[in-house]
């Protein structure tokens, strides 16, 4: 096969139509619906309300406004408690490290578990009456330092934040180390004949050649953290009251109570915040990459 060959045109005419069914085409009606009063009532008769399912996201007393601050809360926290420890992490079993591969597998191993299966564990750890932590602590006289991990408000998002760490931290790492593996030992080399130190190489060698690393990372965990439902739904339910409530779990439940138009109109304002600034990313990030 030659490896310079150039394909037909119309060779990209199936995944384009592919594409159009498969994800244009529902995203489109979605948007149409959002405007609409679709509901489990309407017997197939459905009209067009406008922008009113959008004011009352806006408007209502039911905090849906707060549900789009928690997740893009949750996004921004999410990202910052793992980006950081995972590069560090990747930094060191890079190193000449006496069983570096097995750390490596054990850092990895949680982010291929079901979300479902790590909430439900996290959930029998953190309980408070008898959950493991606890007994825990009691178990090391340390009761002063007993929480309600997944009822009290001051804890509950640290709780959250927490087990969502555990499970992401390994799988940035990963795709760190691949960054890290690409940038040649040379530079490094010629950094330490002119006295640099750890600092030094890390903010004018590591972290510029890593950009395209880091882009991956953020936009991965933008796109993680704006749908997040498992986790937060199996842990918390949205509790206390509505604390911990995110766009997708205020959706699930307006969809389950039969309101479609309303849960189409939040799941559209999700796709709007997960576009505009994952473009927004990318764009910023590009501009920061380097050439070797």
Same mark, same amino acid.
């Given at each position: 096969m030659k490896k310079n060959k150039i394909y037909p045109k119309w060779f990209i005419i199936a995944p384009l139509i592919l594409y159009a069914v498969f994800?244009?085409?529902?995203?489109? $009606? #979605?948007?149409?619906?959002?405007?609409?009063?679709?509901? &489990?009532?309407? %017997? !197939?008769? @459905?009209?067009?309300? #406008? @922008?009113?399912n959008y004011i009352e996201i806006f408007t209502s007393n039911k905090n849906y406004s707060a549900g789009i601050i928690n997740t893009l809360k949750f996004t921004l926290i999410s990202n910052v408690v793992k980006l950081i420890p995972a590069l560090f992490l990747a930094i060191l079993l890079k190193e000449k490290l006496k069983g570096k591969n097995f750390y490596r597998t054990i850092f +990895?191993?949680?982010?291929? =578990?079901?979300?479902?299966? @790590?909430?439900?564990i996290f959930k029998s750890i953190l309980n408070f009456n008898d959950g493991l932590l606890n007994s825990a602590?009691?178990? =090391?006289?340390?009761?002063?330092?007993k929480q309600k991990w997944l009822s009290d408000l001051a804890v509950v998002w640290k709780s959250i934040y927490g087990v969502d760490a555990w499970r992401g931290i390994g799988y940035v790492?990963?795709?760190?180390?691949? !960054?890290?593996?690409? @940038?040649?030992?040379? *530079?490094?080399?010629a950094a330490s004949i002119d006295g640099a130190n750890f600092f030094? %190489? $890390?903010?004018?060698?590591?972290?510029?050649? =890593?950009? #395209?690393?880091?882009?991956?990372?953020? &936009?991965?965990?933008?796109?993680y953290g704006l749908k997040v439902f498992d986790i937060v739904y199996v842990l918390t339910n949205g509790g206390p009251g509505h604390a911990t409530e995110v =766009?997708?779990? +205020?959706? *699930?439940? &307006? *969809?389950?109570?039969?309101?479609? !138009?309303?849960?189409?109109?939040?799941?559209?304002?999700?796709?709007?915040i997960t576009t505009v600034l994952g473009v927004l990313i990318v764009t910023y990030m590009s501009k920061q990459e380097v050439g070797e």
């Open positions: 994800f244009l085409l529902p995203s489109l $009606l #979605g948007v149409w619906y959002s405007f609409t009063d679709w509901n &489990v009532r309407s %017997k !197939g008769v @459905i009209n067009f309300v #406008g @922008i009113n +990895y191993l949680p982010s291929i =578990l079901p979300f479902l299966v @790590i909430g439900l602590l009691e178990f =090391l006289h340390l009761d002063f330092m790492m990963t795709i760190f180390l691949a !960054g890290l593996n690409a @940038i040649p030992s040379s *530079y490094y080399e030094h %190489k $890390l903010r004018f060698i590591t972290l510029p050649m =890593l950009t #395209g690393s880091i882009t991956i990372n953020l &936009v991965f965990g933008l796109t =766009l997708t779990t +205020y959706s *699930y439940q &307006v *969809y389950a109570n039969g309101s479609y !138009g309303l849960a189409t109109a939040l799941n559209t304002i999700l796709f709007l």
